[in-house]
DNA sequence: GCATAACTGGAGGAATTCCATCCACTTGTC
DNA sequence: GACAAGTGGATGGAATTCCTCCAGTTATGC
């Protein structure tokens, strides 16, 4: 996101903050959320949301780049972090998962699919997300964990995998399991 | 759908076309369509739409039972003409991924978690499709071809899965490639 | 066929929601 | 301490959506 003529810090906060309600109420309640709304849960008057992001679209578009970058450094930390591709690439599922990019990219997409590519920046971040995928994917094989016949598409396809889950379980034991579920799918037999 | 006083022939046409196209927009637009876009895609004019239902939360309802309904009969095929409980809780988890259920429990439970309880057609249904897995997950295990180590808790959450599948590829061919994934990680290792 | 009760569709007014501007006031920064 | 930068929310107007009402149509039984 070039921040153009710096912002001030406190106006800087301020954009920051819009950025992550909106992607917070992006997944909580679509592409449709009331900019009012937005600017409410950022605390922040709805005169800030329309100087900084004069149309609705630029604040989507700030928005997916947020939810993106989120994605990418999950990834990224996870490569570094972990012994290897197989681990670093269990732990990037279960980030997505998390994360719900499935939700954001059902919600977002419909509405811009061109704006989107169009916008370098976040055609920037998939560019990383995917290098990261291909890197985890031909890694986990070549160790011998991952199994030879699923290809980076069908990796991409499990990133934006979402579930439902009823409100009486815990999300996020809903999640592992899920995706325990899906790894053991993966992993290669011996 | 208990038809109280017999419809007239047309009506009850009517009646049906109003459910089938309100589930249909459910699922593509969430709870929030526009009642009059309901009656345009079932061909019907709005003031029949309100004659037979005289408040939004009736014609989700009835929509939302449609839906379990088209569950219930894909799981009971299943049953009915597959060789085995393996075979048939495949083809049912297929089915659930098609018929895209897991969007329309997101779209509606937020909404309506106790009407849709209040509604004894409902928790009907739902008994029928809680069984069906039952029989399908003890059975599977029975044969030796689903791990022990999943519960029926497991199996209702891949019922819900939603898998976002990017404008460029095709939806059956995305879900049936999950779904593969998804049974792969179900099967019993030998 | 015909009578009649059931059913239909959509025009249109009320109500709600959402947008987006504007300006008096506050706050950072040099 | 001065001044440019930033803030917020009241407000009018646009756009949706709701939902009633009734003149006209259609199915059904005889």
């Known amino acids: 996101m070039a921040a153009q003529p710096e912002l001030r810090a406190d106006a800087r906060r301020n954009r920051d903050q819009l950025v992550v309600a909106a992607l917070d ?9 009331p900019l009012e709304e ?33 994605l990418a450094d999950t990834g990224e930390a996870a490569w570094r972090e972990e012994p290897d591709a197989w681990h670093a690439l269990s732990r ?27 916008a370098p920046e976040l055609h920037e971040v998939r560019q990383v997300v995917t290098d990261l995928v291909d890197r985890m994917t031909t890694g986990a094989q070549a160790e011998g964990a991952l199994r030879k016949d699923v290809s980076t598409a069908d990796i991409s396809l499990l990133i934006s995998l ?26 290669a037999r011996d």
Chains 1, 2 share one sequence.
Do not use: K, N, W
């Open 25 to 33: 109420l992006l997944l909580e309640q679509g592409v449709d959320v």
């Open 38 to 70: 937005i600017a409410r849960r950022a605390g922040v008057g709805i005169g800030t949301l329309y100087r900084r992001f004069p149309e609705r679209d630029a604040l989507l578009r700030a928005a997916s780049y947020e939810g993106l970058r989120r």
């Open 92 to 118: 990037f599922l279960r980030g997505c998962a998390e994360l719900r990019l499935g939700a954001l990219m059902s919600a977002i997409e419909p509405r811009l699919h061109d704006a989107i590519r169009a």
């Open 162 to 187: 979402q579930i439902y889950v009823p409100p009486s379980q815990s999300t996020s034991d809903a999640v592992s399991r899920v995706v325990d579920l899906m790894l053991d799918g993966l992993r």
